[in-house]
Antibody, heavy 121, light 112 residues
Framework: EVQLVQSGVAVKKPGESLRISCEGS????????INWLRQRPGKGLEWLGR????????KYTPSFKGHVTISVDKSISTAYVQWSSLKASDTAMYYC??????????????WGQGTLVTVSS | NFMLTQPHSVSESPGKTVTISCTRS????????VHWYQQRPGSAPSIVIY?????SSGVPDRFSGSIDSSSNSAALTISGLTTEDEADYYC???????????FGGGTKLTVL
């Protein structure tokens, strides 16, 4: 059974760092890109970027580049997104989703359960 | 980059048919695949239609997808509505030049 399991709720203060994770199982981890998406409370889905676990190649949407870092440890089938200095505006639910690596035209066929990140002083 | 525009909300009665549109701002809607996701309250999104009109495994045949080049739009049609269909629906495509993923703003479907 394919599963993407994300790390749990995170409560942080502005300026703190954070890394959340997404562990894949039940499939060939290196054959699927891992995408990260943000959903602010009551709002729509925003794509942050993706990583190719086979070679760690990353792509970021311009509005998130420089503010988040996406990484992967394929030895443990886990992808990460991290912040070095959180802002209150980073408060959101974050999802990972896999995408078959045949190209950007493929859909996000499995999603993680989401990680709620709250940033508040 | 282009934008995908969806109606903010739609509502319809049980048993009826509803269509949710997704209009591309520039470039041809037919040039890149469109996918549709359903997000029920409190849950992660899940794929319902991929590659314009293919139903994902386990999705009832009441769900269908289409592309209309004349309006430069994609559409998700749900027939025989039930209260289980109440959810937010998102269309998604990608920009072939930048390879960025693009989402529509989402449509809240109410079945009442």
């Amino acid at each position: 059974e394919v599963q993407l399991v994300q790390s749990g709720v995170a409560v942080k203060k502005p300026g703190e760092s954070l890394r959340i994770s997404c562990e894949g199982s039940g499939y060939s981890f290196s054959s699927y890109w891992i995408n990260w998406l943000r959903q602010r409370p009551g709002k729509g889905l925003e794509w942050l970027g993706r990583i190719d676990p086979s070679d760690s190649d990353t792509k970021y949407t311009p509005s998130f580049k420089g503010h988040v870092t996406i990484s992967v440890d394929k030895s443990i089938s886990t992808a990460y997104v991290q912040w070095s200095s959180l802002k209150a505006s980073d408060t959101a639910m974050y999802y990972c989703a896999r995408q078959y690596n045949s190209g950007p035209h493929t859909d996000f066929d499995y999603w993680g359960q989401g990680t709620l990140v709250t940033v508040s002083s | 980059n282009f934008m995908l525009t969806q109606p903010h909300s739609v509502s319809e009665s049980p048993g009826k048919t509803v269509t949710i549109s997704c209009t591309r701002s520039s470039g041809s809607i037919a040039s890149n695949y469109v996918h549709w996701y359903q997000q029920r309250p409190g849950s992660a999104p899940s794929i319902v239609i991929y590659e314009d009109n293919k139903r994902s495994s386990g999705v009832p045949d009441r769900f269908s997808g289409s592309i209309d080049s004349s309006s430069n739009s994609a559409a998700l049609t749900i027939s025989g509505l039930t209260t289980e269909d109440e959810a937010d629906y998102y269309c998604q495509s990608y920009d072939i030049s930048s390879l960025f993923v693009v989402f529509g703003g989402g449509t809240k479907l109410t079945v009442l």
